[in-house]
């Protein structure tokens, strides 16, 4: 088989600041693992001592002929109290980030993703419409700094799981369950949205730059019914879609707050996107209100439906609302021994190439194995592999894989039989 890419295409990798950095930094997450809440106890403080290990980490990607790079900045580093900026820590991302446009990487940076600094989640972070200014400040702070070194922005990253994990599932920080507050959660982040795409975009122009470019990132997943014939798995199957994602998506890509989310007054019907940013990973298979998985599909080692054709249908959904090019912002899967990472990717490359979608990136998640918020170190979905005591870096198979696709420009026939067709999923 061969997978020959449109040559718009060009592959990247993806991370976030709290999953790689390492670093007490008084966030959420430092806490919540302090109230032992990670299921393998490791330390967020300890990830891949990125922090530490920035240009290690930098030189290698380029060794891996990676172009794009998706990355994030730790907002309690660089804020660790109210009103209060570390200058050092602007530095260092300065630093960085010159430094990978050195190296011929062009960054996406991402400015919010999950993680907040303690003193904004005190205050009830985004479940209150008030603290909205907070992060605006934040993002004004980070365009000032930073705007000449960068172009491209993911204001938030999910805020659909990020909503519901730590608001209505209660498996992350606060660990609150409620839907109100979710649903709020949702609705306020959206304005934070728009809101900071209309402030990038004003504050480049005015520093003289016409290639910015701004979006969210959108977790999307398939919702299909057990049973197709079933009417209630079908109900369900619609609602868990539109609370999750559906509601959202028209919500921040246009500013049509639709029930149950709530706008507000400063925003109108509009279009706040300049790329559709997709992150996929599986499919849901519903039979209630609940999160299902089909018995006999494909799984990752986490137990999550391996679905690639879903990346399309999901997409194609996003982009009927608002026709923009397309970035993956994030793909990837757990696979702890990288015994069947090379397959995923190629098949969800495979899809991408055959659709008619304008889809001009795909960044990998991850670049190397990180610490993956409650599960942990445990579960490992990087190209590289992290040795978590000694901190040593090694390029996996799949990570030779993506090199090499990059070079061909696909997947040869070749490549396919040295790195895929000998490998299987798990049933
Ligand atoms: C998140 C990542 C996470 C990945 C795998 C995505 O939803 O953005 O931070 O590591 O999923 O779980």
Known sequence: MEVKFKDQLSLGVASAATQIEGGECGHNWNDWYTRGNIKDHSNPA??????????????LMASMKIEHYRMGI????????????DETAIAHYKEELRYLKEQGITVLLTIHHFTNPMWF????????????????????????????????????????????NSYYFGEWPPGEKSFSRAVSVMSNMA???????????????????HDTKVSFANHVRVFDTQN?????????????????????????????????????????????????????????????????????????????????????????????????????????????????????????LKVISQSNLPIS???????????????????????VHVDYETQKRTIKASGRFYTKMIEEGGITEDLYREYVEPLKYHY
């Open 74 to 85: 730790e907002w309690a580093r660089i804020c660790p109290n109210e009103g209060e900026v």
């Open 46 to 59: 300890r990830a891949t001592d990125h922090y530490r290990l920035w240009k290690e980490d930098a030189d």
């Open 361 to 383: 990136r795909y960044y990998h998640w991850c670049y190397c194995d990180n610490f993956e918020w409650v599960e942990g170190e445990s579960a490992r979905f990087g190209l």
């Open 228 to 348: 197709p014939g079933n009417p209630w798995h079908c109900i369900c199957a619609k609602l868990l879609d539109w609370f999750f994602q559906g509601a959202i998506t028209e919500a921040i890509s246009t500013g049509n707050f639709k029930w149950p989310l709530k706008g507000s007054k400063d925003i109108s019907h509009g279009e706040y996107l300049d790329f559709i940013a997709i992150n996929y990973y599986t499919r849901s298979t519903v039979s209630g209100f609940g999160d299902g998985v089909r018995q006999d599909a494909p799984k990752n080692d986490l137990g999550w439906e391996i679905y690639p054709k879903g990346l399309i249908r999901c997409t194609e959904h996003i982009y009927q609302l608002l026709k923009r090019p397309i970035y993956i912002t994030e793909n990837g899967t757990c696979d702890n021994q990288d015994t069947f990472r090379p397959k995923y990717i190629c098949e969800h």
């Open 191 to 209: 304005v934070c949205h728009i809101n900071a795409y209309r402030m990038i975009h004003s504050m480049r122009e005015s520093m003289g730059y």
């Open 121 to 164: 989640e005190r205050k009830g972070a985004f479940t209150k419409k008030e603290n909205i200014r907070y992060f605006l400040d934040f993002v004004k702070l980070i365009v000032n700094e930073f705007g000449s070194l960068v172009a491209e922005y993911i204001t938030i990253n999910e805020p659909n799981v990020y909503a519901t």
